[in-house]
T-cell receptor, first 114, second 109 residues
Framework: NAGVTQTPKFQVLKTGQSMTLQCAQDMNHNSMYWYRQDPGMGLRLIYYSASEGTTDKGEVPNGYNVSRLNKREFSLRLESAAPSQTSVYFC?????????????FGSGTRLTVV | RKEVEQDPGPFNVPEGATVAFNCTYSNSASQSFFWYRQDCRKEPKLLMSVYSSGNEDGRFTAQLNRASQYISLLIRDSKLSDSATYLCVVAPRRYALNFGKGTSLLVTP
C-alpha cells in the first residue's frame, strides 16, 4: 500500500547503543519530518527536511541526527541512546507543503532505552 | 504560553450526543489549521482542515476565529467509533506543524 513506511516497529536499546530509524515514502512527498510523542507532551518535532538535500532542526534535535538520503527516504539516527529517548517516533511526509494538506504519518517506532 | 493548548479531557459522552472541543494558539501569524484524530497506539490521521469561513464534513464541523486565536471542533450524533484523541494542529511557519497535546473522547453505549 502507498504511504509512509517506518522500520522497525519496535526496538529495545541499551544506554549508549546506536541505531537508525528508517522512513520511506512512495507518495512523492517533498517534505519529510521526524516527531517524537511522549505521554503528556504531545508530538514534538525533532528534525525536518523541506526538500531533498536539506535538513533543519526542530524543537528537540539534541541527541539525534538525520539524513535525507533521496526524495523517498529520511532516516533518524541516535548515536548514543539515553533513557530520555524512550518514546514513540513518527515519520511524516507532506506533498506541496503542510499548509494545504497536512501530513501523512507512518505507523511509528516504539523505542525503549534501558 | 504553549503554542497550541487544548483541554485534555477526557470527555465521556453517550452515543448520539453532541460534543465540542476547543483549542487556542499563540502565534497570530499561523497560516493553516487542522484537526487530527489519533486512535490508541496508532499514528495521527488527518480528520479535517479548518478554514476561516468554517467547514463541515458530515457530522464534523470545524470553526476558526483568527481574532481570538481559537479553533473548535463539533461532533454531532456521536458514534462509538468516534472514541479517540483529537489533536488540534497549527502551522506557524511554512514547513512544520505544531500539535496540541490532544483531547480524549470516549463515547459510551
Amino acid at each position: 500500500n502507498a504511504g509512509v513506511t517506518q522500520t522497525p516497529k519496535f526496538q529495545v536499546l541499551k544506554t549508549g547503543q546506536s541505531m537508525t530509524l528508517q522512513c520511506a515514502q512512495d507518495m512523492n512527498h517533498n517534505s519529510m519530518y521526524w516527531y517524537r510523542q511522549d505521554p503528556g507532551m504531545g508530538l514534538r518535532l525533532i528534525y525536518y527536511s523541506a526538500s531533498e538535500g536539506t535538513t533543519d532542526k526542530g524543537e528537540v534535535p539534541n541527541g539525534y541526527n538525520v539524513s535525507r538520503l533521496n526524495k523517498r527516504e529520511f532516516s533518524l539516527r541516535l548515536e548514543s541512546a539515553a533513557p530520555s529517548q524512550t518514546s514513540v517516533y513518527f515519520c511524516a511526509g507532506s506533498g506541496t507543503g503542510p499548509l494545504l494538506y497536512g501530513y501523512t504519518f507512518g505507523s511509528g517506532t516504539r523505542l525503549t532505552v534501558v | 504560553r504553549k503554542e497550541v493548548e487544548q483541554d485534555p479531557g477526557p470527555f465521556n459522552v453517550p452515543e448520539g450526543a453532541t460534543v465540542a472541543f476547543n483549542c487556542t494558539y499563540s502565534n497570530s501569524a499561523s497560516q493553516s489549521f487542522f484537526w487530527y484524530r489519533q486512535d490508541c497506539r496508532k499514528e495521527p490521521k488527518l480528520l479535517m482542515s479548518v478554514y476561516s469561513s468554517g467547514n463541515e464534513d458530515g457530522r464534523f464541523t470545524a470553526q476558526l476565529n483568527r481574532a481570538s486565536q481559537y479553533i473548535s471542533l463539533l461532533i454531532r450524533d456521536s458514534k462509538l467509533s468516534d472514541s479517540a484523541t483529537y489533536l488540534c494542529v497549527v502551522a506557524p511557519r511554512r514547513y512544520a506543524l505544531n500539535f496540541g497535546k490532544g483531547t480524549s473522547l470516549l463515547v459510551t453505549p
